[in-house]
């Protein structure tokens, strides 16, 4: 079983930050060259570099992009490539990622320069997706091997892959077959060709026969050393997604800032509440605003002292925490109505260590501008004058307080600066409020507010409210107002199929979402043919993104039957069976995502504003960035900063956050350029015939989901 980690700190520091890096290189001297931690990625707009370029953007790795198809592009030549600072060499860029093995023409002087700079500075190539030819170390498909589909295929880690680049997986890494109708990944399987220095990293079996062929490979000659990819992607396919981070630290030597984790977070709304239930006639909730029948709610969906026992088994089977989103008045009313029981709040508070806690307000109030519910869909109230009325700052501060000082009572470990508001209201929402409730920062700032929570479908940046950061959460499409799963396909077929056949027409009025039916799913087995397998790629799409955003479902869906967990035990499955013991999930609580995410924001705009510089000379590396910046890095085990370790271990490596601190240690770095063979003709001609296949793969996108939020 895979341990998660929950918390992540890192020391904070100055202006300049030197990392010593693990003994074993020979320190820096006048002859020994700088070598700038920055990507070159040449692209002629496929999907392939496109890919590695939202890779590297994402973990915040600095790349310079030069697009072919541009006229007045730079020139690749010597000096666009490397010069002299301070009468040291200086390799401007630490790896270089082409579109194929050689996207020039014939003779091309460009091609002639890069591969001169590269075998002067030992500086690895990246072939995003080429052609299997003896060019780049490979027999042509046709001698034996394979062009065509891979959809479905599983393809494996070599042993070479593991001990190397790639080693952070299990092994398995499966091609994604999303639909029978539609071709999602092309490539070409081939043997390395007779001579070459070539290992392969990633293979399957070639169709037809016991042989294996490379996917992704190491090809060495001329000095040089080129990762040879040949089969095409895009940046939301799982096995780009799988074997992004091994790409970046093969070019990178592992040395490079950035940096890549795996996160997932579930936060657990409305708890201590009863959550309203889907009419499967009337096709609405009652005692929803939306519903006709308006207020009113008959057999509410609750959880019991068995759904806690449940989830607190299931917390420890899966070594993960739930992150409880509580609103107290929930359990007064069940006890003013029960004659002081509430055996579910019994036990949670019993059990209240098992989980982190959130507040939700007390009574999950509506916190935006008054509404009018006479009307569907609903409206803001307006005054005399024609002003909207809100909600008063009075009323804001009092849902927080009441509701923290209820737990506080109870004794739930709380931490009074995370908030998530029901429906995330007082945050604007379109198209009824389009902008905040004004009282809102203000009811934030008198409760001592910093992080609050927002819906991701509605706002995936984060932005400031008065003193508080949001921190924008994934709807998963496991309803709050469904504990079967038949209600939730009842819901799911209402929402996603067309007017025609009895839908919403949600659909039809907005065509990007991607999760549209073509006819009604069975209420019996859609939930677990159809819901769950797509609910679980999806989310296991953005866990595999290096995206820390948190999802949220409600207590309805960890009781009656449950409906939540086989989502995320398919999330935390799939994880298990694809990545190693020292790459797991790590699960952090909302304020420390906000801190993740704000830290992203501004070294993104550091890098974007070319404020960062950061290079490597010999077993140094340096960090200019600007003052109060915090830089992300990924370093080889054992760099230290001063005279502390650098970062946590994750992935084989040690990465993480440090404020520059101005001082510098030096140790060994393993050579980034391992001993070169000059095996293989240096003519390197593009290919004439078979080219590369570098279409992106049709309705192959990320999925963007429609979820009613409450």
């Known amino acids: 079983m895979k341990r998660t980690i929950r918390t992540t700190a890192l020391t904070v520091g100055a202006l300049i930050a030197s990392f010593g890096l693990p003994a074993g290189a020979a320190h820096a001297d006048t002859a020994t060259p700088r070598i700038d931690l920055r990507v070159l990625i040449v692209t002629d707009g496929g999907p392939a570099t496109d ?8 973990a915040g790795t ?10 007045g592009r730079p020139v690749i030549d010597a000096g666009f490539l490397a010069d002299t600072v301070g009468g040291v060499p200086r390799a401007k860029f630490q790896a270089v990622v082409l579109p194929n093995d050689n996207p020039f023409a014939a003779n091309s002087a460009e091609m002639a320069a890069l591969a001169a700079y590269e075998q002067t500075y030992a500086i690895p190539q990246v072939d995003a997706y080429t052609y299997a030819r003896p060019e780049a170390g490979l027999q042509y498909p046709v001698h034996g091997g394979y062009s065509g ?40 399987l081939s043997t390395p060709a007779a001579g070459a220095d070539f290992t392969p990293y990633v293979d399957a079996p070639i169709p037809g026969g016991s042989t294996r062929g490379s996917l992704v490979g190491e090809y060495r000659h001329d000095g040089r ?12 396919q799982q096995q780009f997604r799988l074997l992004a981070r091994g790409i970046v630290e093969w070019m990178t030597g592992g040395v490079h800032l950035g940096a890549s984790r795996n996160y997932f977070a579930v936060h657990v709304d409305d708890v201590f509440a009863g959550d309203d239930r889907w009419d499967t006639a009337l096709n609405c909730t009652p005692g929803d605003v ?42 007064v009313d069940q006890r003013e109505d029960n004659n002081g029981a509430d055996p579910l709040a019994d036990k949670l508070i019993a059990d209240r260590n ?70 995330h209201s007082g945050l604007k929402v379109s198209p009824q409020q389009p902008v905040d409730n004004p009282n809102l920062a203000l009811a934030l700032n008198d409760t001592g507010v910093t992080w609050l929570g927002s819906d991701n479908s509605r706002e995936p940046d984060q932005r400031q409210v008065g003193p508080a950061t949001t921190v924008p959460r994934y709807p998963m499409n496991v309803f709050y107002n469904a504990g079967k799963a038949a209600e939730e396909v009842d819901e799911y077929n209402w929402i996603y199929t067309g007017r025609a056949q009895g839908g919403s027409g949600i659909c039809e009025d907005h065509p990007d979402t991607s999760t549209c039916l073509s006819a009604p799913l069975s209420t019996s087995t859609g939930y677990t043919d159809h819901i769950v397998p797509l609910e679980t790629r999806i989310d296991l799409g953005h866990v595999l993104a290096n995206d820390p955003k948190p999802h949220f479902i409600h207590q309805s869906n960890l009781a009656e039957e449950r409906i939540a967990y086989p989502v995320l035990d398919g999330v935390l499955d799939g994880y298990d069976s694809l990545f190693a013991d020292d790459t797991p999930v790590v699960n952090l609580r909302m304020k420390d995502i906000g801190v993740e995410l704000r830290r992203r924001a501004a070294w993104k705009a550091a890098v974007d504003a070319d404020q960062v510089t950061a290079y490597r000379v010999g077993d140094t590396v340096t960090v200019q960035a600007p003052s109060g910046v915090a830089v992300t890095a990924t370093m080889p085990t ?73």
């Open 62 to 71: 600095p790349y310079t992009v030069v697009d072919l198809r541009q006229s």
């Open 290 to 331: 939306d519903c006709p029948q308006g207020e009113g709610v008959a057999n509410p969906i609750r959880m019991t002292p068995a759904d806690v026992d449940h989830a607190t088994d299931w917390e420890t089977r899966r070594n993960f925490t739930l992150d409880l989103a509580y609103n107290g008045a929930g359990s």
């Open 638 to 710: 054992g760099t230290t900063n001063g005279t502390a370790g650098f970062g946590d271990a994750y992935a084989g490596e040690v990465s993480g956050w440090t404020t520059p601190a101005g001082t510098s240690l030096t140790l060994g770095l393993p050579s980034s350029a391992p001993a070169l063979s000059s095996a293989v003709d240096a003519a390197r001609q593009p290919a004439t015939s078979g080219a590369p296949d570098t279409r992106v793969p049709a309705g192959v996108t990320e999925q963007v989901p429609y979820s009613p939020d409450n």
């Open 51 to 58: 890919a590695i370029a939202a890779e590297l953007s994402t």
């Open 149 to 188: 589909s891979l959809d479905g295929v599983q393809a494996q880690v070599t042993t070479a892959g593991k001990a190397g680049p790639f080693g952070y997986l299990d092994g398995s890494v499966p091609f994604e077959d999303n639909s029978p109708d539609v071709g999602e990944s092309y490539a070409y």
């Open 354 to 423: 098992s989980f982190r806690w959130i507040n939700h307000t007390y009574t999950h109030a509506f916190l935006g501008c008054e509404q009018e519910t006479v009307v569907v869909p609903w409206k803001c109230a307006t005054n005399a004058d024609g002003s909207t009325k809100w909600v008063s700052r009075t009323t804001i501060a009092d849902e927080i307080a009441n509701n923290r000082v209820w737990g506080q009572t109870a004794g739930l470990p709380l931490d009074n600066q995370e908030l998530i508001t029901g429906e």
């Open 225 to 236: 050393r080129e990762l040879v990819v040949t089969f095409v992607y895009n940046q939301y």
